[in-house]
């Protein structure tokens, strides 16, 4: 049976792309509102749950937080294949910064995992072009909604940007003893495909 969060009540939450912002134990900069550090966040859930859920090829979503929580077991996912083969914890640390540079993709743009999970125009320009095509005469009101894409555009990589960045910490904690060497029971998980998806 698939894990679900349990951040169901979306009442205060601010959303980008219908995804909703929720809030991070993270001290790293970025848009998420602060957690407290005694209460599990939704990256808490996306490590607890990694391993079981890591094993299904479909997910019901029961909820727009199941969305984010869909989104992470992926990233986590491509992180732990990242890890496959750094022997130290030092490695390991190299190999997540570097992944913690990439471009983050959104919806609408390739290398974004899982289109229609989250529904945004495919690109900012698919956007104005739809948005003049349809009202040329009223393209001032319309250049607004431009800008609001835009801005949700950019609310949302700055999310994701930040909640990856968060989750690439926490996971080192697990995927290394604190020895500094490799733990098997995590890094075994590099080989297995979320929902059947290829990581790259």
Known sequence: MVYHSSFVDEEGITKACGCPLLPL???????????DQDRTDIVDEAITFFRANVFFRNFDIKSNA???????????NVALKRLE??????????????????????????GFPFPGLFALPQSQREAVNFIFARTPSCSL?????????????????????????????????????SNG?????????AKRKFMNIIVP
């Open 25 to 35: 134990k993270s001290h790293i900069k970025g848009p998420a509102p602060v957690s």
């Open 66 to 76: 199941d969305k984010l929580l869909i989104y992470l077991t992926f990233y986590i």
């Open 85 to 110: 083969g750094c022997r130290t914890l030092a490695e390991g640390t190299k190999a997540i910064i570097n992944l913690g540079l990439e471009d983050v993709p959104v919806p609408g743009e390739s």
């Open 141 to 177: 009101k319309y250049l607004k909604i431009y800008k609001f894409v835009f801005h949700t555009l950019k609310l949302f990589r700055n999310y994701l940007k930040q909640i990856r960045e968060e989750t690439s910490g926490r996971l080192l904690s697990v995927a290394y003893r």
């Open 181 to 189: 060497t490799p733990n098997k029971w995590w890094l075994a998980f």
